[in-house]
C-alpha cells in the first residue's frame, strides 16, 4: 500500500470507488478543476486532463496551492488525500484546513485514512509547515478517530452560520491543529 501521484492508469479503478461513493465527487476539492474545465472523467481521455491538472503546480486564481495524493494497492485506487500549502481564504483557514482525505467504502475501517494522514503530515513538513489545521463535521467519529491517531489536538467547533452554510456546511466543524514535526 502506498500514496502515489494521480495517474491515469487507475481510472477503471477510480470509476468503480466512484460508483461505490455513488458520486463523481468522491475527492471534493479536487474534483472542482474537473468542474471548472467541463471534464467528463468518465472518458479516458477527460480524465487523462485531470491527473495532469492535479499534477500540475498550476491553478486557478483564488485557489491554494496544493498536492494529491492516491493511496493504492496493487493497481486498486483506495483514497485520496489533499494538502493545501497554505490557507489563502476565509473558507480554508475556517472550514476546510490544510488537509482533505476519503477512503472508498469498501476499504474503510482498516487503518486506511490514519495511513494517508501520517504520510501526508511528512509532506507537510518537507513544504516547512510546523503545523497543519485539520477540519471535519462534530458527527463525522471516523474522521475525528482518524486526526485523533495521528495527534489532532481539538482547540475549536465552529457553530454553523451563513458563512459556513453557503459552503454547504450543516453542522458544527471541529477544528483540530497537528504537529507536523518540521
Ligand atoms: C473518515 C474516513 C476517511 C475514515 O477512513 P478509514 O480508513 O475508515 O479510517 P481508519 O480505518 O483509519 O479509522 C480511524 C479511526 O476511526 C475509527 N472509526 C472508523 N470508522 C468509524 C466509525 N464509523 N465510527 C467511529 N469510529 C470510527 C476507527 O476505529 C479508528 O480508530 P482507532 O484507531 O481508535 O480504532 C472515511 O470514513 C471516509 O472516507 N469518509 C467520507 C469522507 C470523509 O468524511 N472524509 C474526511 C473529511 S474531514
Request: with cysteine; charged share 25%; net charge negative.
Amino acid at each position: 500500500m502506498k500514496l502515489v501521484a494521480p495517474t491515469v492508469e487507475l481510472h477503471r479503478s477510480w470509476l468503480e470507488s466512484a460508483t461505490e461513493w455513488g458520486t463523481f465527487d468522491q475527492e471534493g476539492a479536487a474534483y472542482h478543476l474537473a468542474e471548472l474545465n467541463g471534464l467528463d472523467l468518465r472518458d479516458r481521455a477527460d480524465f487523462g486532463r485531470w491527473v495532469e491538472l492535479l499534477i500540475s503546480p498550476e491553478r486557478p486564481e483564488g485557489f491554494a496551492p496544493d498536492s494529491n495524493f492516491w493511496l493504492v494497492e496493487d493497481d486498486v485506487y483506495l483514497g485520496a488525500v489533499q494538502l493545501r500549502h497554505y490557507l489563502n481564504s476565509l473558507q480554508l483557514r475556517e472550514l476546510f484546513g490544510h488537509i482533505g482525505y476519503g477512503v472508498r467504502p469498501s476499504a474503510r475501517g482498516q487503518g486506511l485514512a490514519t495511513f494517508m494522514l501520517r504520510a501526508v503530515l511528512w509532506e507537510a513538513a518537507v513544504l516547512g509547515l510546523r503545523r497543519v489545521l485539520v477540519t471535519c463535521r462534530e458527527d463525522n467519529a471516523a474522521s475525528i478517530g482518524v486526526i485523533r491517531a495521528c495527534g489532532g489536538v481539538l482547540e475549536n467547533i465552529r457553530p454553523v452560520d451563513d458563512f459556513a452554510r453557503g459552503w454547504g456546511m450543516t453542522t458544527p466543524i471541529c477544528q483540530f491543529w497537528i504537529e507536523t514535526g518540521a
